[in-house]
C-alpha cells in the first residue's frame, strides 16, 4: 500500500495562475479531505469528499475547486494564484466504518504564489 | 461551533521524564477527540483518538491521553519522553453534529532535550 500521495511535492506559481494538487490513495477509502497549513495556524479544511461524484466546502474554500470522479483520486484546483495561497497542502483520507475516524495523511505539497 | 485550544506553542522536556501536551476543546455536542504527530517536512500521522468509552485512551508509540469530560480537555502524555518523540503535536475534535469538519488545534512543538 502506498497510503496516500500527493504532487508535486514543491511548486513556484506567479500571480494568477492555475495549477491542480494531485492526490490518490488506494485504501479504497470513501471519504477524502484538502487541508492547508498556515504557520503556528493549524489545519484549515478546504473541501471535503464522502464518495465518488460528492464533494462539498471546508472551512475556506474560496479560490479553490475539486472534483471527485474516482474513488481514489481528488484533486485540488487553484484558479487565479494569489500570494495568500501559499501554504502546505495536505490531502487525506479515511475510511467509512464509525469506528474509522483516524485520517491518513499524504507528505504534503509547499506551494509558494509570487 | 467548534474549537480547539492547545495553550503552548512549545514544550521541552528532559529525555526520561514524563511529558504532558495540553489541549482544551468546545463543542456543542459530543466530542471525538484526536491527536496527530508531525514530523519535519511529512504529513500528519495518528497517535489515538478517543470516541466514547474509557477517558483513558492508549495510542501509538506509547503515548496516552485522558478526556475529562467537566474540564473539556484532551491532555496528551507519556511516562517516559524520548528524544525522537521531538515533533509537532496537533489535538483535534469532530463534533458529529458538524458533518465532516474536522477542527484542528494550532500544534504544540514537543522538544526532548538529551
Known amino acids: 500500500n502506498a497510503g496516500v500521495t500527493q504532487t508535486p511535492k514543491f511548486r513556484i506559481l506567479k500571480i494568477g495562475q492555475s495549477m491542480t494538487l494531485q492526490c490518490a490513495q488506494d485504501m479504497n477509502h470513501n471519504y477524502m479531505y484538502w487541508y492547508r497549513q498556515d504557520p503556528g495556524m493549524g489545519l484549515k479544511l478546504i473541501y471535503y469528499s464522502v464518495g465518488a461524484g460528492i464533494t462539498d466546502k471546508g472551512e475556506v474554500p474560496n479560490g479553490y475547486n475539486v472534483s471527485r470522479s474516482t474513488t481514489e483520486d481528488f484533486p485540488l484546483r487553484l484558479e487565479l494564484a494569489a500570494p495568500s495561497q501559499t501554504s502546505v497542502y495536505f490531502c487525506?483520507?479515511?475510511?467509512?466504518?464509525?469506528?474509522?475516524?483516524?485520517?491518513?495523511f499524504g507528505p504534503g505539497t509547499r506551494l509558494t504564489v509570487t | 461551533a467548534q474549537s480547539v485550544a492547545q495553550p503552548e506553542d512549545q514544550v521541552n522536556v528532559a529525555e526520561g521524564n514524563p511529558l504532558t501536551v495540553k489541549c482544551t476543546y468546545s463543542?456543542?455536542?459530543?466530542?471525538?477527540l484526536f491527536w496527530y504527530v508531525q514530523y519535519p517536512n511529512r504529513g500528519l500521522q495518528f497517535l489515538l483518538k478517543?470516541?466514547?468509552?474509557?477517558?483513558l485512551v492508549k495510542g501509538s508509540y506509547g503515548f496516552e491521553a485522558e478526556f475529562n469530560k467537566s474540564q473539556t480537555s484532551f491532555h496528551l502524555k507519556k511516562p517516559s519522553a524520548l528524544v525522537s518523540d521531538s515533533a509537532l503535536y496537533f489535538c483535534a475534535v469532530r463534533d458529529k453534529n458538524y458533518g465532516q469538519n474536522f477542527v484542528f488545534g494550532p500544534g504544540t512543538r514537543l522538544s526532548v532535550l538529551p
Open positions: 478517543y470516541i466514547t468509552g474509557d477517558n
Open positions: 487525506a483520507s479515511r475510511g467509512d466504518r464509525d469506528s474509522s475516524y483516524e485520517q491518513y
Open positions: 463543542v456543542s455536542g459530543n466530542p471525538y
